[in-house]
T-cell receptor, first 112, second 115 residues
Framework: DAMVIQNPRYQVTQFGKPVTLSCSQT?????MYWYQQKSSQAPKLLFH???????NEADTPDNFQSRRPNTSFCFLDIRSPGLGDAAMYLC???????????FGPGTRLLVL | GDSVTQMEGPVTLSEEAFLTINCTYT??????LFWYVQYPGEGLQLLLK?????DKGSNKGFEATYRKETTSFHLEKGSVQVSDSAVYFC??????????????FGKGTKLSVIP
């Protein structure tokens, strides 16, 4: 049973056209994360929420925004995608520090 | 800040060969340690973890022991299979109840197992 669900699995957008990726979880975890992963690299943390508290990484571009309307859902908004934003975007959740992060299957974003 | 260094790949092995992927960490305090596996086109899955010194994590024939004295968490498997072909990430995270919520990942090691 899927516990962290990401939609869509593949997203194609045009240069500069806003796009939203979604993540939902059935684990009722407090913390949700968005990572960007480029080919052959480790995931790079963009931001995370502890409940409704938003924590942005210092080097996350302003072009990336996030919303968490409730415990179960979290969205990643890319306001003006550039070619360099083509990547796999991973959502993850964790109940508390020191525990296992559970990852979704990812959304692969292609920017034309 | 924390850092994780793992053996860079790619690593190519024949089926039934012995696997070791080295991982060392630097951290303030006493982190929890994880190995995640990523199959092509998928997200990361927890393979195993350890939360204190001398703990051994194990799963699917893989093992890793938390060695505080050498700040290491090397991944081993006695006999790899073609289905083990994937990218393996070592990660360090905060212990329960303290520190940030971030995981620090190594760069990943791509393993290819050939029949």
């Amino acid at each position: 049973d899927a516990m962290v669900i990401q939609n869509p699995r593949y997203q194609v957008t045009q240069f500069g056209k806003p796009v939203t990726l979604s993540c939902s979880q059935t684990l009722n975890h407090n913390v949700m994360y968005w990572y960007q992963q480029k080919s052959s690299q480790a995931p790079k943390l963009l931001f995370h929420y502890y409940d409704k508290d938003f924590n942005n990484e210092a080097d996350t571009p302003d072009n990336f925004q996030s919303r968490r309307p409730n415990t179960s859902f979290c969205f990643l908004d890319i306001r003006s995608p550039g070619l360099g934003d083509a990547a796999m975007y991973l959502c993850a959740t964790v109940r508390d520090r020191g525990e296992t992060q559970y990852f979704g299957p990812g959304t692969r974003l292609l920017v034309l | 800040g924390d850092s994780v260094t793992q053996m860079e790949g790619p690593v190519t092995l024949s089926e039934e060969a012995f696997l070791t992927i080295n991982c060392t960490y630097t951290a303030t305090g006493y982190p929890s340690l994880f190995w995640y596996v990523q199959y092509p086109g998928e997200g990361l899955q927890l393979l195993l973890k350890a939360t204190k010194a001398d703990d051994k994590g194990s799963n699917k024939g893989f093992e890793a022991t938390y060695r505080k004295e050498t700040t290491s968490f090397h991944l081993e498997k006695g006999s790899v299979q073609v289905s083990d072909s994937a990218v393996y990430f070592c990660a360090a995270g905060p212990r329960s109840g303290a520190g940030s919520y971030q995981l620090t990942f190594g760069k990943g090691t791509k393993l290819s197992v050939i029949p």
